[in-house]
């Protein structure tokens, strides 16, 4: 259980972010915080954007740039989401924490806890290999330029050094001391990106996979829940298992309203991202090492998609699932009364629980929609050659 959201957890609060109550006397200077790590992201927009206008004349520059601004304004987004609903990201983890103590009451360490173990399990599991590719990624990007000027050393080779993004500064940033200037600033920057992409990222798939388990319990529970018991215990029983679900969607609605913006740019700019990252792969399948790294990019992006769309899709099977479990049961047992009230589980059930945001709903058909539009650009791109 210690394990629980504890990755992101550490993300958050390497980035200035404690849980509420945690230091009262440190507020001041966690709002500071919070406003620095916003401004530091977005001031990376003016390098990378100058450096667009340095090399309006070279296409191939200016798509390797913009890969990189729509990253960049992606992790904007997903920093101003979380400030914003700040307070509800540690209340849902704070809730999820204390459904998973409950779960082995409920279902008295049975199948159903199981459901909610394996769930933990898999949450941490995933959410530690989301971040180490994420941390890959990055140290790839920075490793690149000192491999470069190592190189080319070793060959007595003459090299132009460039920094690990396409950026352009007001000042001389290839020689000393504004290249080593360029160079920290670059690595900060990434290691911002990266730490607010994991946490916030992998929250998102640990929330969706615990509902999993949670709407998995449920299922579990209504299944095996015996009608035949006296009235007051199928009243208290059926009362639960209602008090249990309707927990289960107000979270699901709470996941999908504080992810909204998240989710519509995920989707938003990763198009955008599959479009000039495409465009790299093909211009450059002569260069073992730049196509390494575009492919290595155009992975991290649609990594970072199919979290969302697969968080969205194991929600939406399961809110439905309970509907079956309701059908499976020996509900033809209970009570009129009861009936009725099974019944209305039943329609409430009917209702897929979806995560949306705009006209994106984030769900594993769109995430192959999208790889068969990459797949598409590959092919238009190589017929105009």
């Known amino acids: 259980m210690g394990r629980l959201f504890k990755l992101q957890e550490n993300c958050l609060r390497a980035m200035g972010h404690s849980p509420p109550g945690t230091d009262s006397t440190e507020k001041g200077s966690l709002s500071l915080n919070h406003v620095i790590s916003l401004l530091f992201v977005v001031s990376a927009q003016y390098p990378l954007i100058s450096y667009i206008f340095y090399k309006r004349n070279d296409m191939e520059e200016i798509t390797a740039c913009l890969s990189v601004v729509f990253t960049n304004l992606l992790t904007v987004i997903k ?15 704070h809730r999820f924490r204390q459904m998973h103590r409950q779960s082995g009451q409920r279902a008295g360490g049975g199948d159903g806890y199981s459901y909610v173990e394996d769930a933990n399990k898999q949450a941490s599991l995933l959410g530690r290999a989301y971040c180490i590719s994420c941390g890959l990624t990055g140290v790839y990007f920075m490793l690149g330029p000192i491999v470069q000027i190592i190189t080319s050393n070793w060959r007595g080779t003459i090299y132009v050094r460039e920094l690990p993004m396409p950026m352009k500064f ?119 090492m730049d196509l390494l790294l575009y492919v290595t990019f155009f992975a991290s992006i649609m990594l970072q998609l199919f979290i969302y769309c697969y968080g969205g899709e194991i929600i939406k099977v399961e809110s439905l699932q309970v509907d079956v479990a309701v059908r499976v049961s020996n509900w033809y047992l209970a009570s009129p009364n009861l009936r009725r009230s099974l019944s209305m589980i039943i329609m409430r059930s009917q209702r897929e629980v979806l995560i949306r945001a705009g006209f994106y709903d984030a769900n594993l058909a769109n995430f192959v929609a999208i790889c068969r539009t990459a797949l598409s650009l590959i092919t238009l791109i190589k017929s105009m050659e």
């Open 170 to 288: 007001p000042f001389n940033d290839v020689d000393s001391p504004g290249y080593e200037f360029g160079f920290l600033y670059t690595v900060l920057v990434t290691v911002v990106v990266v730490a607010y992409a994991s946490a916030v990222d992998g929250l998102f798939i640990s929330f969706a996979i615990n509902l999993r388990g949670h709407f998995q319990t449920l299922q579990q529970e209504i299944e095996h829940f015996d009608l035949a018991l006296s009235e007051r215990e199928t009243n208290a029983g059926l009362k639960s298992m209602v008090d249990y679900h309707e927990e289960l969607l107000s979270l699901s609605r709470k996941l999908r309203s504080i992810y909204m913006p998240t989710v519509f740019g995920q989707f938003v700019i990763t198009s955008l991202q599959v479009g000039v990252i495409i465009y790299q792969l093909v211009t450059h399948m002569d260069s073992v």
């Open 79 to 93: 920093i101003t989401t979380f400030l914003v609903f700040k307070q509800n990201f540690w209340e849902m983890i």
